[in-house]
């Protein structure tokens, strides 16, 4: 059962790139008694992800931050390594964007928002999404039902929702 509105956000431990290597984050370090924004998405240097989705963030960021997002998390089913990577090369990481890899999946899953497309060569990603949470409370959620779409999870109707 996917996670709805009103939902603690469940805890998982994400991974960072750090100066030494791979860190450990706890997603509720990150989010107890702040605001944030979290926007998870289907894999790194794939095509929406790339066009549509991040760049979608990179444009709201002052506006999110102007409503009271203190930080902005992507987070994909990918490793840290290429998490980084992904965030240098598409500005997310200049911007402020906090890349997390859910590496294992195991957010993806606890959320419900897990899917596969064999076909793509998909396994165990996320669904792609944009939330608005208050002290790890989801307060805005947007799902899209298409991974290949980013219309309700940008940026800009995060921004225009909270």
Avoid: Q
């Amino acid at each position: 059962m996917a996670i709805t509105v009103g939902d603690k956000l469940p805890d998982a431990t994400m991974l960072v790139m750090g100066d030494a290597g791979p860190e450990e984050v706890r997603l509720s370090s990150v989010t107890s008694g702040r605001k944030v924004a979290l926007f998870g998405l289907p894999g790194a240097y794939t095509g929406t992800c790339t066009t549509a989705h991040v760049p979608s963030f990179i444009r709201s960021m002052e506006t999110l931050k102007e409503k009271g997002v203190e930080e902005v998390i992507c987070t994909a089913v990918n490793d840290p390594f290429v998490m980084k990577a992904w965030g240098a090369d598409t500005g997310a990481t200049e911007a402020g964007i906090t890349m997390l890899a859910d590496s294992s999946g195991e957010f993806a899953k606890a959320m419900g928002l897990d899917f596969t497309a064999e076909g793509a060569g998909f396994y165990g990603r996320s669904r792609r999404y944009a939330l608005f949470a208050e002290d790890g409370e989801i307060k805005v959620l947007n799902v899209e039902e298409s991974p290949g779409v980013c219309d309700m999870s940008g940026g800009e109707t995060l921004a225009d929702a909270i």
